[in-house]
């Protein structure tokens, strides 16, 4: 396997070896993942990066078992291993709630999958709704609740299962930037208290720096990997991440890497909002 | 300057509005609406007992209100038109129950096999594409003139209705739901049970309302056919007479029963689909 990376201690636990994949529209197939590898960590919080529609949601889907690559392999601790259907958590921009059920039985969901007695999971679920802020509401339907707090009750839903990996999808997208913070915040202290690893794909070069402890640069379509940066930012919190010194240089490193070319000057500027502002700004705005 | 100006008789008039919205709405209430349709209901019996006094309607052709609740209350003191609802009422909730069940069981069934959908849809579709009453000679022929045939009519009328309601919700169930099920592992049967069936119930309960009329529509057609007894014998035999009073009873006991049958349908809906009811209590008003 390859070493490369610079936590060489951190054992394996993921490998996506040499994925290729392709859809076949109309006419000639599209190319979408072409040779792609990397590895995931014991523990490892790894951010993917890369240009919109470059594949990043198909690498998910692969690795959860919802479609097959049409060549290359997963390493799973050690173990070849088809998909990891079962063993992950998955989690995407749309809360996906059933609408039918309350939020506890929302929470059921994973564990009634793997066939734990009701009552055992029951008091699993409600352990996890009380520590998340969200004791109290077991009995009301997704409908009227929050955006962040259906999102809330989807990272609950994903935790309680205790998944080897959780594969988030842009998971806070949709959400207004306070209550996403304050959401980064609850998924970055929950993964360190459960010890969980987390892949995490976003759009958000700010979120990605601020959460991983390594980013994953993606090129565009067929996706391949440009680079693997490892995020040393010793702040916990995601609001103290972003206002650490060196914030803004892994900012400018991402974007100038993602090759947003004519944006270069802009993506600059929205990195220097987080260290001390200066009166250029000012007139500039 | 314009547009501040503009804008204060706009305000005063919203004002001097309020107070007129607060009388409107003095009928604007369950009571009060009653009291209005109660009104209209009475303006037009009226009407018509009023138009047959004098004259400008025929007795023999259009019967009478005060003839009609003649009619009524001896067929209702000598129990007759009480038996005879009862039995159009149980033929048509039998044909709907029988016909809705299997029916949505039948459609939620093709979800499992897009080959066997596909193979039936064309079936399916010359089927429903026939006027179900066309079939009812042949359904009295098969099943006689008693209480199956009425039934068998209103199944026929409701099970397709049904299966098709049921297949199109299950098609269109939520892809993602069902894909975040299966990256938790879950098979088939877990899918269908925990995601598609659920997620049907609404369309499933939709044609409740519909397939309620149509299971009324098979049991009156069967009677008017061949029967002894039911609503749909007493209008028939009564209409062949000229007896426009008691065929009127019928329809209103028809009417009734419909209407009953109609707030049931909303009761069972309010059971089984809470998690829809709850934010449909305000409607936007235009």
């Known amino acids: 396997m390859s070493p490369g990376s610079a936590s060489a201690s951190a054992a394996v636990q993921l490998s996506v070896r040499n994925i290729h994949k392709s859809f076949t529209g109309k006419g000639a197939g599209v190319r979408v993942l072409d040779g792609l590898n990397f590895d995931i960590h014991e523990q490892d919080f790894v951010s993917i990066i890369g240009p919109s529609g470059c594949g990043k949601s198909t690498i998910f889907n692969i690795i959860a078992g919802l479609i097959e690559p049409d060549e290359g392999r997963l390493v799973y601790r050690g173990e070849e291993v088809a998909s990891l259907r079962g063993r992950v958590g998955y989690m995407m921009q749309k809360d996906l709630l059933f609408p039918w059920r309350t939020v506890l039985g929302n929470v059921l969901l994973g564990l009634e999958m793997r066939g734990v007695s009701y009552r055992a999971a029951v008091e699993r679920a409600r352990e996890h709704l009380e520590a998340f802020g969200l004791g109290g509401f077991e009995n009301a339907y997704p409908k009227t609740l929050s955006g962040g707090m259906r999102q809330r009750v989807a990272l609950i839903r994903t935790l309680v299962m205790d998944p080897g990996i959780l594969l988030l999808d842009e998971p806070f997208s949709a959400l207004d930037y306070q209550t996403r913070l304050y959401l980064e915040g609850v998924l970055k202290q929950a993964v360190e208290k459960f010890h969980k690893t987390v892949v995490l794909v976003t759009h958000d070069i700010d979120e990605a720096v601020a959460l991983s402890k390594r980013v994953v640069v993606l090129s565009g379509r067929p996706a391949r990997v440009k680079a693997v940066h490892d995020i040393e930012i010793a702040e916990h919190s995601p609001i103290a991440a972003r206002s650490d010194h060196r914030f803004a240089g892994y900012f400018r490193t991402l974007c100038n890497e993602l090759d947003i070319q004519t944006e270069t000057k802009s993506a600059a500027e929205s990195a220097t909002r987080f260290a001390p502002a200066g009166p250029t700004e000012a007139v500039a705005s | ?286």
Do not use: C
């Not at chain 2, 609802?85 to 016909?99: D, M, P, R, S």
């Not at chain 2, 179900?132 to 003139?145: C, R, S, Y």
């Not at chain 2, 049991?219 to 009564?238: C, M, P, T």
């Not at chain 2, 062949?240 to 009761?267: C, P």
């Open chain 2, 1 to 286: 300057m314009s547009v501040i100006t503009a804008e204060k008789p706009q305000g005063l008039q919203s004002r001097r509005r309020r107070p007129d919205k607060r009388k409107r709405s003095l009928f604007n209430t369950t009571i009060g609406r009653a009291f209005l349709q109660a009104l209209a209901v009475a303006a037009l019996l009226v009407l018509w007992q009023a138009g047959v006094r004098f004259g400008v309607i025929s007795d023999f052709l259009f019967g009478a209100p005060a003839g009609i609740y003649a009619t009524f209350m001896r067929m209702a003191g000598s129990g007759e038109l009480l038996s005879d609802t009862g039995y159009t009422l149980f033929e048509a909730i039998l044909g709907f129950v029988i016909g809705t069940f299997f029916g949505s069981i039948a459609g939620l069934a093709l979800w499992y096999s897009i080959f066997v959908a596909r193979l039936v849809e064309p079936f399916i579709v010359a089927i429903n594409s026939v006027p179900k009453i066309a079939l009812a000679p042949i359904i009295i022929l098969w099943f006689g003139t008693g209480l199956v045939s009425k039934v068998a009519l209103a199944v026929s009328l409701t099970a397709l209705v049904a299966l098709i309601a049921a297949y199109q919700a299950a098609k269109d169930a939520d892809t993602d739901l069902q894909a975040l099920l299966i990256s938790m592992g879950a098979n088939k049967h877990q899918i269908f049970y925990k995601a598609v069936v659920p997620s049907t119930i609404p369309s499933i309960i939709a044609t409740f309302r519909i397939n309620i009329g149509f299971g009324l529509v098979g049991a009156v057609v069967g009677e008017f056919i061949s029967s002894q007894h039911g609503l749909g014998h007493l209008i028939y035999n009564a209409s062949s007479f000229y007896d426009l009073n008691t065929v009127w009873v019928g329809l209103f006991a028809l009417m009734l029963v419909g209407f009953a049958l109609y707030y049931v349908i909303d009761l069972i809906e309010r059971m089984l689909i809470p998690w829809k009811v709850v934010t449909v209590t305000h409607q936007v008003q235009v």
